[in-house]
């Protein structure tokens, strides 16, 4: 059950629409079942308001759960409700945002609201790639409701109410809830589910607002194009420094310095997210070596190697950005995969994922390289052998197969007599950032004070990219 000083169902979509703007549909619609004394309770709504309104003069559909009637429980009709907003938001063309505070199925209705769930999953697995589906969890989201928010694009969660879980924290073998709080924000937010942890739901509705006005309506249109108000030539003295940490780095690049960091607690050597570059919405994919304090002091480091969840993480972005025509922007600076016996089973398998994800994606892909990229790890980072539009690198940047002296201890290991120290220089020579040039692997080597400006042009040369996938159903990696 919620707190009790939470908002009502109606007041959250309040919260959420512009004034005045919504419209119910369904309110009438209640429960039909009399089993189990059903008929003696009174379910308003059969406990889920649905509707339409406006977000920043945006269309939506939603519907807002209601925890006062039943606990929120999903039913026959209370599924039907949700279908139905479903079906009118893809023949629309416009997002879907669910405002989840639900204990679950709803036991007196059985097979029925097991019927009801299905009918669910179905309608957002075939909204999947069409329309923007976004959740937002302010209460309970257990079970099968976890995995209607997990089959969301888009996931937000209130810090203090909001529970997300498959099972329930004491059901898990060895665990109770004063152990460890499965569903608490504070583990799900370094879990692959969330996106953005939300301190109140004032915060959630302000992010969800912000992400709506960014994205486009459907998989047919192109959003984010508002006017920039940032300077087109502004430059970014401090991009150097900010590299290793691409979160303050990206949101130095962005328009009046805007960047929705997604997921950013979940495998944080991978940042993944959104930015503005003159007006245009712009999916973001990078390697982090460091997390840096409010202070600039370094705070947390990191290898830069691709692990498995980094590479799930970027691999789901850009797959949500290719099927809403999101271009995508990548910070590349990785030296190999990671090196554990559990991140053996599963690196190989992700990292194929991640490099399909890439060179099937046919919206804008740039590329720009700010350290070191070594190997089949850099191949896999958006490079220009799997259908990157444009690759630049920065002064510094390194492309080679590895660091120049373990090659050359490598190669010469059996020769007591080379001269290694010699040999990593020649190595280095082939490594360098004019040497990639001169064979067309980068179309420019740019001051990272200029990345800004750089980046812009080649987006805006791009905009009016145009693939034709060949004729096949889908990929299996």
Known sequence: MSNSNTMSAKDRIASLVDENSFVELGAGITKRSTDFNMQEKSVPADGVITGYGLIQNNPVYVYSQDASALNGTIGEMHAKKIAHIYELAMK?????????DCAGMRLQESTDALAGFGQIYKMKAKASGVIPQISAIFGNCGGGVAVMAAMSDFTFMEQNNGKLFVNSPNTLEGNYTDKLDTASADFQKTASVVDVICDGEAEVFENVRNLVSILPENNNEIGGMEECLDDLNRLVPDFAAEVKDPAAALEDLGDNNFFLELKKDFAKEMVTGFISLDGMTVGCVANRTAVYGEDGSEQESFEARLTSDGCDKAASFIKTCDAFNIPILT????????TTVEEEKTIASKAAALTAAFAEA????????????YGSAYI?????????DMVFALPDAKIGMMDAQVAAKIMYADDKDADLAAKAAEFAAQSGTEAAAARGYIDSIISPEAARKQLIFAFELLFTKSEYPIGKKHGTI
């Open 92 to 100: 629309t063309g416009v997002p879907v945002i669910g405002l989840i």
């Open 331 to 338: 910070l590349t600076n990785v030296e190999g995969f990671a």
């Open 362 to 373: 046919d919206v804008p892909k740039v590329n720009l390289i700010t350290g070191n990229a």
């Open 380 to 388: 896999t980072m958006n490079s220009k052998h799997i259908g990157a």
